[in-house]
């Protein structure tokens, strides 16, 4: 079985303090995502990879920074939280390809809080 | 751009009852189509998922059947549990220079009782 996990499940910070968020992939997969998700608002892409060292932009980047230094592992960074950055944070992986392989794999999600 | 339209909730439901959930994407090329389930607590996990016109997708009981002509992706079950209690998300996957990536609906959020 696929196997997503993220560091923490719930996290708390203060307005101002750099947060990191670690997402970690067992399955050799090359693309990985982070989302947030937003009552009413669904899920929103914040940065994708599709290989190591690479990234780009998703839908809501701002306030936001990534780092794909290994292929397993995706990490999100908050440079500055703020608290309209309280959310759910998901992250999610894929194989390249089409057809089965485009299925994206989630984690249990980083419930962040900040104060 | 590429967009996806979930029916509102909440939806709340008797044991046993029928559900439809809707489901409507922008018609950009022919995307892939999916329904996630995230149940209390946990991240999302794929529920079923169709790749070309007229594929139903099937899992759990619950199917949905890719229509072009309508551009929608209804999510059904002839007969929900407690344990179907939810929400579920309608996404649609990108091609082109939106690749491998995932546009969801804004989820709808499923409560049934015994």
């Known amino acids: 079985d696929v196997k997503v996990t993220q560091s923490s499940r719930y996290l708390v910070k203060r307005t101002g303090e750099k947060v990191f968020l670690e997402c970690v992939q067992d399955?050799?997969?090359?693309?990985m995502f982070w989302y947030r998700q937003d009552p009413g608002l669904g899920l929103r892409l914040i940065y994708f990879?599709?290989?190591?060292?690479?990234?780009e932009k998703g839908d809501i980047p701002e306030g936001y920074s990534v780092s794909r230094e290994k292929k397993e592992r995706f990490s999100l960074i908050l440079e500055s939280a703020s608290t309209n950055q309280t959310s759910m944070y998901l992250c999610?992986?894929?194989?390249?390809?089409?057809?089965?392989?485009?299925?994206?794999?989630f984690g249990p999600g980083t419930r962040l809080l900040v104060l | 751009g590429d967009s996806v339209t979930q029916m509102e909730g909440p939806v709340t439901l008797s044991e046993e009852a029928f559900l439809t959930i809707n489901c409507t994407y922008t018609?950009?090329?022919?995307?892939?189509l999916f329904w996630y389930v995230q149940y209390p607590g946990e991240g999302l996990q794929l529920l079923l998922k169709?790749?070309?016109?007229?594929d139903k997708g099937s899992n759990k009981g619950f199917e949905a059947t890719y229509r072009k002509e309508t551009t929608s992706f209804h999510l059904e079950k002839g007969s929900v549990q407690v344990s179907d209690s939810a929400v579920y998300f309608c996404?649609?996957?990108?091609?082109?220079?939106?690749?491998?990536?995932?546009?969801f609906g804004q989820g709808t959020i499923l409560t049934v009782h015994p």
């Open positions: 169709a790749t070309k016109a007229d």
């Open positions: 018609a950009t090329g022919y995307p892939s």
């Open positions: 999610a992986s894929s194989p390249r390809g089409t057809g089965p392989q485009e299925t994206q794999y």
């Open positions: 399955m050799d997969h090359e693309n």
């Open positions: 996404a649609r996957l990108g091609r082109g220079t939106s690749y491998g990536k995932l546009t």
């Open positions: 990879s599709y290989d190591v060292k690479m990234k």
